[in-house]
């Protein structure tokens, strides 16, 4: 007598995974999302502590003897507009921040790019870029008014010298980190040493060379500001310790107003012109 085999139950098929983007991934940044990623939108949430600011000091909770109400600091700023004072020293504000950051942030690429591709160039510039680098740029300022003496020149030599090591050191880091697996086939492929500096290692260390020209234009505007705090009779700088040393706070605030929105203006540009020229270097930099 055979027996007869009973077949083992089989389990319920179980529903196929699909793994795949999300569909918050496929959809995208939401439009809430793009806008405070825009310029105006990151202004919304400076207009909120403005806000909570005015409000505190209209209720008092806010001594305004320290901190006057926005809206008393915006009189201040139109009726120093309106005076003229202020937009003659701001003139002289912004020109002195570009030449800063022209004589810190150009020679600073150039070295750091030769830096990149020159090993013993290397050894030789990073020891004292290490030594260099930590002293604060301020320290420097009595030695650059006994060279240049007073007035505009040991200012802007101070604002580029404290752009140029951001931008050094982000040039030769970005050479160091390309990929040498394109260097070696471009070589293969019979491309001369200038082509592969152009087509190859530049395009690669270019996010991390504007990562550096970026936090350079911010850097020139703090050191320009710093020494017409300690040295400038003339700059939006030195309006601004005038006004603090005469006690007229509102005037103060103002003058800070606008060194905040030409520190902006500054980011805003610079992250312009990457989009414009370099839109493929973005992603990279954020």
């Known amino acids: 007598m055979s027996a007869t085999s009973t077949p083992a139950p089989t389990e319920a098929a179980a529903p196929a995974v699909v793994y795949g983007p999300s569909r918050r991934g496929t959809r995208g940044p939401s439009r809430a999302f793009r806008f405070m990623a825009s310029p105006a939108g990151s202004l919304v949430p400076v207009v909120v502590i403005l806000a909570v600011w005015q409000l505190g000091s ?64 290397k050894v030789v510039l990073d020891p004292v870029i290490a030594i260099l680098y930590p002293i604060p740029a301020v320290a420097i300022l009595p030695l650059l008014l006994v060279i240049f003496g007073t007035g505009g020149t040991p200012i802007i030599v101070l604002g580029g010298i404290i752009s140029f090591f951001p931008s050094a050191v982000n040039a030769m880091a970005g050479v160091q980190q390309n990929d040498q697996r394109l260097v070696l086939m471009a070589r293969n492929m019979g491309a001369s040493r200038a082509q592969i500096l152009w087509k190859v290692v530049l395009p690669g260390a270019l996010p991390s060379i504007f990562a550096g020209i970026r936090l350079s234009a911010g850097l020139a505007l703090l050191g320009v500001i710093a020494g017409e705090f300690l040295a400038g009779s003339d700059g939006i700088g030195s309006l601004t310790w005038q006004y603090w040393q005469v006690y007229q706070i509102s005037n103060m605030y103002a003058t800070l107003a606008v060194i905040a929105a030409m520190g902006f203006a500054l980011t805003t540009v610079t992250l312009r012109v990457q989009r414009r020229f370099f839109n493929w270097t973005e992603g990279s930099t954020r």
Request: glycine share 10%; with cysteine; aromatic share 10%.
């Open 58 to 121: 209209r209720a008092g909770l806010i001594d305004e003897t320290f901190f006057p109400a926005p809206w008393d600091c915006a009189v201040a700023l139109k009726d120093l507009l309106a005076d003229g004072d202020l937009l003659s020293n701001i003139w002289i504000t912004v020109q002195r921040i570009l030449a800063g950051f022209a004589l810190g942030v150009v020679p600073a690429v150039v070295v750091g790019i030769m830096m990149g591709l020159v090993p013993w160039l």
